[in-house]
Protein backbone atom coordinates (compact mmCIF):
# COMPACT_ATOMS: atom_id res chain seq x y z
CA UNK A 1 0.00 0.00 0.00
CA UNK A 2 2.89 2.55 0.33
CA UNK A 3 3.44 2.57 -3.00
CA UNK A 4 -0.18 3.44 -4.02
CA UNK A 5 -0.23 5.88 -1.24
CA UNK A 6 2.64 7.54 -3.21
CA UNK A 7 1.05 7.72 -6.37
CA UNK A 8 -2.06 8.96 -4.75
CA UNK A 9 -0.22 11.07 -2.69
CA UNK A 10 -1.47 14.79 -4.33
CA UNK A 11 -4.82 15.86 -4.76
CA UNK A 12 -4.16 16.62 -8.60
CA UNK A 13 -3.16 13.09 -8.90
CA UNK A 14 -6.45 11.48 -7.14
CA UNK A 15 -8.53 13.58 -9.10
CA UNK A 16 -6.88 13.32 -12.09
CA UNK A 17 -7.15 9.23 -11.68
CA UNK A 18 -10.70 8.96 -10.76
CA UNK A 19 -11.31 11.29 -13.91
CA UNK A 20 -9.52 8.93 -16.26
CA UNK A 21 -10.51 6.31 -14.82
CA UNK A 22 -14.65 7.61 -15.33
CA UNK A 23 -13.45 8.72 -18.87
CA UNK A 24 -12.35 5.87 -19.85
CA UNK A 25 -15.04 3.18 -18.29
CA UNK A 26 -17.77 5.62 -20.02
CA UNK A 27 -15.57 5.80 -23.90
CA UNK A 28 -15.15 1.69 -23.49
CA UNK A 29 -18.09 0.24 -25.37
CA UNK A 30 -17.70 3.00 -28.27
CA UNK A 31 -14.17 2.64 -28.93
CA UNK A 32 -15.27 -0.85 -28.92
CA UNK A 33 -17.68 -0.78 -31.92
CA UNK A 34 -15.26 1.59 -33.71
CA UNK A 35 -12.33 -0.60 -33.53
CA UNK A 36 -14.43 -3.98 -34.58
CA UNK A 37 -17.53 -2.30 -36.14
CA UNK A 38 -19.50 -4.46 -34.13
CA UNK A 39 -22.27 -1.60 -33.01
CA UNK A 40 -21.56 -0.97 -29.44
CA UNK A 41 -22.65 2.59 -28.37
CA UNK A 42 -22.40 4.84 -25.47
CA UNK A 43 -23.74 3.71 -22.32
CA UNK A 44 -26.71 5.84 -22.58
CA UNK A 45 -27.45 5.07 -26.17
CA UNK A 46 -27.78 1.21 -25.18
CA UNK A 47 -24.11 -0.13 -24.64
CA UNK A 48 -23.48 -3.25 -25.83
CA UNK A 49 -27.55 -4.12 -26.86
CA UNK A 50 -26.99 -3.67 -30.72
CA UNK A 51 -23.44 -5.62 -30.60
CA UNK A 52 -23.18 -8.46 -33.69
CA UNK A 53 -22.55 -10.78 -30.79
CA UNK A 54 -25.92 -11.14 -30.00
CA UNK A 55 -26.53 -11.69 -34.11
CA UNK A 56 -26.16 -15.66 -34.80
CA UNK A 57 -24.95 -15.49 -38.29
CA UNK A 58 -22.48 -12.94 -38.19
CA UNK A 59 -19.13 -14.27 -39.63
CA UNK A 60 -16.52 -12.35 -37.56
CA UNK A 61 -18.17 -11.42 -33.68
CA UNK A 62 -16.71 -8.54 -31.52
CA UNK A 63 -14.00 -10.06 -30.10
CA UNK A 64 -13.97 -8.18 -26.30
CA UNK A 65 -17.32 -9.44 -26.25
CA UNK A 66 -17.05 -13.07 -27.89
CA UNK A 67 -14.41 -13.67 -25.13
CA UNK A 68 -15.03 -12.03 -21.81
CA UNK A 69 -11.67 -12.99 -20.67
CA UNK A 70 -9.93 -11.49 -23.86
CA UNK A 71 -12.25 -8.23 -23.61
CA UNK A 72 -11.50 -7.90 -19.69
CA UNK A 73 -7.88 -8.10 -19.94
CA UNK A 74 -7.16 -6.14 -22.62
CA UNK A 75 -9.31 -3.18 -21.81
CA UNK A 76 -8.74 -3.74 -18.26
CA UNK A 77 -4.41 -3.69 -18.59
CA UNK A 78 -5.24 -0.51 -20.97
CA UNK A 79 -7.73 1.17 -18.28
CA UNK A 80 -4.45 0.09 -15.45
CA UNK A 81 -2.40 2.01 -17.55
CA UNK A 82 -3.77 4.97 -18.13
CA UNK A 83 -4.89 5.34 -14.59
CA UNK A 84 -1.25 4.96 -13.86
CA UNK A 85 -0.21 7.33 -16.28
CA UNK A 86 -2.41 10.24 -14.80
CA UNK A 87 -0.82 9.33 -11.01
CA UNK A 88 3.10 8.66 -12.38
CA UNK A 89 3.14 12.24 -14.68
CA UNK A 90 5.54 14.37 -12.54
CA UNK A 91 4.76 18.00 -12.46
CA UNK A 92 6.14 20.46 -10.21
CA UNK A 93 3.34 22.85 -10.84
CA UNK A 94 -0.32 22.65 -8.88
CA UNK A 95 -3.01 23.69 -11.18
CA UNK A 96 -6.07 23.22 -13.75
CA UNK A 97 -3.40 22.66 -16.80
CA UNK A 98 -1.72 19.98 -14.52
CA UNK A 99 -4.69 17.92 -14.45
CA UNK A 100 -5.80 18.51 -18.18
CA UNK A 101 -2.18 17.15 -18.78
CA UNK A 102 -2.26 14.42 -16.50
CA UNK A 103 -6.09 13.12 -17.70
CA UNK A 104 -5.55 13.71 -21.57
CA UNK A 105 -2.25 11.67 -21.42
CA UNK A 106 -3.88 8.73 -19.57
CA UNK A 107 -6.51 8.72 -21.63
CA UNK A 108 -4.21 9.00 -24.63
CA UNK A 109 -2.03 5.72 -23.38
CA UNK A 110 -5.72 3.82 -22.82
CA UNK A 111 -6.84 4.61 -26.29
CA UNK A 112 -3.63 3.62 -27.31
CA UNK A 113 -3.01 0.54 -25.26
CA UNK A 114 -7.15 -0.50 -25.95
CA UNK A 115 -6.37 0.17 -30.07
CA UNK A 116 -3.26 -2.52 -29.96
CA UNK A 117 -4.46 -5.28 -28.29
CA UNK A 118 -8.05 -4.68 -30.34
CA UNK A 119 -5.32 -5.19 -33.17
CA UNK A 120 -3.52 -8.52 -31.21
CA UNK A 121 -7.12 -9.81 -30.21
CA UNK A 122 -8.46 -9.73 -34.36
CA UNK A 123 -5.45 -11.23 -35.45
CA UNK A 124 -5.96 -14.66 -33.53
Known amino acids: MPYLQTLLATKEQRYSAISTLIITLIITTPLCGFLFQCACDWPWAGL ?6 YKPHVEHKCPWCTSMTTGILSIGAAIIAGVWTTTSLYATQKSIR ?12 FVLLAYLSASFVALT
Open 98 to 109: VITLRIVSGVLV
Open 48 to 53: DSKCNF
